[in-house]
């Protein structure tokens, strides 16, 4: 099954715990001009060579109202270095400017229909989805990336512009689901991208 939001559908309410122990819904984000949700990770090689990106971006536009929320929702059966311990581990190692998202049940994963890590979804200031897809073409090795559309879409959304490219593919690893769920892809698909 593979499926994702349409571009004008509505955020998706969520209750998650983040790495710091507290738990967080759409409302703890409601001053936000533009939200950022990406689906992501502790251990996928495209994850890991774009977080310096992502970080960049999120640092550039945290002034014009810009908030970015990661949610991890790999299974920590395929991969442990995916569990909470882990995520603590990472963001305090990193200290990445968004909060840090444990989707266990991996619900709000199904629901926003998260393909690959990373996975980026941009809602307008009235939580309508304008962007889907990839953060950047290359986000494995980053000094050959050629293109950034998510710093294109928040330059245009951020200007008052019409988002010119709605949806890309999202480049990356597949999302780790638990069990025998039709979503579900074995470790080896890693490697494997749109």
């Known amino acids: ?8 559908s ?8 983040a790495t710091d122990g507290k738990q967080y819904s759409l409302q703890d984000f409601s001053l936000s ?3 950022v949700i990406f689906f992501t990770c502790n251990h996928c090689p495209y994850v890991i060579g774009s977080d310096e990106v992502t970080r960049a971006t999120a640092d550039k536009y945290a002034e014009k109202g810009v908030r970015f929320v990661a949610i991890n929702a790999n299974s920590k059966n395929t991969y442990i270095e995916d569990d909470y311990p882990h995520m603590i581990e990472r963001m305090e190692e990193h ?4 909060v840090y998202l444990w989707d266990e049940d991996q619900k709000t994963a199904m629901a926003y229909g998260a393909l690959r890590t990373p996975h980026f979804f941009i809602f307008n200031k009235d939580r ?3 962007y889907t897809g990839r953060g950047v073409d290359n986000p494995r ?3 050959k990336m050629m293109v950034n559309d998510l710093e294109r879409t928040l330059d245009e959304l951020t200007s008052g512009k019409a988002v010119s490219i ?11 689901w638990d069990g025998k769920d039709a979503h579900w892809m074995p470790p ?3 490697d494997l991208v749109l």
């Open 141 to 143: 090795d980053v000094s």
């Open 95 to 98: 200290n990445f400017p968004w």
């Open 10 to 17: 509505d955020s998706i309410d969520f209750s998650l715990k």
């Open 33 to 35: 001009e533009v939200l």
């Open 188 to 190: 080896e698909a890693c």
């Open 1 to 8: 099954m593979a499926f994702t939001l349409n571009i004008g």
């Open 128 to 130: 309508k989805l304008v």
């Open 166 to 176: 709605e949806a890309t593919n999202p480049v990356g690893c597949n999302v780790k």
